[in-house]
């Protein structure tokens, strides 16, 4: 059993790892969890000890087998809370990810199986994130950065990179959303912004940054 903030470290860990493929650093763990590097320490000993990582010095930690399962698992109860929230009690897609920081510790396998029923066995959560299966495997959708795609190519919104509130209530005020279909009308040299339409209508100018922060299929 790990405690809310073992879940969390371990999280951030599977995160920062790109999914258990890479070492990751103390350092980059402490800002990632905004502590200190001593905390860090002591939580990648706990970690350790309870088979989830492992620690080299000067080489970083690495998640176990038994520690990615554990990490699924916690990102799973996340992502299918904040699918409630937003499909059920009606939540904005900004307001979701602190109300499931908290909901993700809950210890019940059958609550979350039966959540999973109850949406239908939804693939994606709200913010086009893929949403692990009881047993942790994850259907990866091919995408694309939409600041790479190519003039008046039509493309749908699948997923956003950033999930901060204000890019999400951004995006709402002009009208993306996930699903939406989108074409690249002009790209603008100098500053990389983009002139797109929504849905074959709405015309606005979108920064570099906003673009590639949304990811895309054809």
């Known amino acids: 059993m790990l405690s809310f903030t073992e879940e969390n470290y371990l999280k951030s860990i599977y995160h920062l790892s790109n999914g258990g493929t890479q070492a990751v650093l103390t350092n980059a763990l402490a800002e990632s969890m905004n502590t200190k590097a001593a905390s860090v320490t002591d939580m990648v000993k706990k970690l350790s000890t309870k088979g989830m990582i492992s620690y080299e010095k000067y080489y970083g930690v690495k998640i176990t087998r038994v520690g990615k399962t554990e990490a699924l698992m916690i990102i799973r109860k996340h992502r299918l809370w904040e699918t409630f929230l937003v499909q059920t009690l009606q939540f904005n897609w900004d307001e979701v990810h602190e109300v499931a920081e908290q909901l993700e510790h809950i210890q019940s396998p059958l609550l979350i199986e039966k959540l999973d029923d109850f949406l239908g066995h939804p693939r994606t959560d709200p913010h086009g994130h893929p949403i692990p299966d009881k047993a942790g495997k994850i259907v990866e959708i091919k995408q694309v950065i939409l600041s790479t795609c190519a003039l008046r190519k ?42 797109i339409t929504i849905d074959g209508k709405k015309k606005v100018f979108i920064s570099r940054d906003a673009a590639e922060n949304l990811m895309v299929t054809e």
């Open 154 to 195: 039509k493309v749908m919104v699948r997923a956003v990179r950033n999930g901060s509130p204000s890019f999400l209530q951004y995006l709402s005020k002009i009208g993306v959303y996930i699903g939406a279909t989108l074409t690249i009308v002009d790209k603008v040299e100098f500053d990389g912004s983009l002139e």
